[in-house]
């Protein structure tokens, strides 16, 4: 193994190091935040259409149901998540570390 070969296996070594540090200290919070933020609105949207699954009554009910066949995929671990999930302030206060 000449001089070559190892300049070329320490140059693979430190990319794919690198690589993995950019990930994790960019890449992946940056994807999990956006992955929370998304789920909070995909929450708040359910949850305005749908508020009588947590006893709170809502006038426009009868016009959301429609939406319920698009949405049935969804609704189950929509419901699941957020009878397990603690209170909203708790999930925000962990994305700013309260």
Do not use: N
Request: hydrophobic share 35%.
């Amino acid at each position: 193994m000449d001089l070559a070969d190892r300049i070329d296996a320490f140059r693979q070594i430190l990319e794919e190091w690198l690589r993995g540090l950019y990930h994790g200290m960019i890449s992946h919070p940056a994807y999990e935040k956006i992955e929370k933020e998304a789920e909070d609105t995909e929450d708040a949207f359910i949850l305005a259409c749908f508020p009588d699954a947590f006893g709170i009554p809502s006038p426009v009910s009868y016009y959301t149901a429609e939406l319920l066949p698009y949405l049935e995929d969804e609704f189950e671990s929509w419901e699941r998540r957020l009878w397990d999930r603690g209170t909203y302030l708790e999930r925000k206060g962990q994305q700013y570390h309260f």
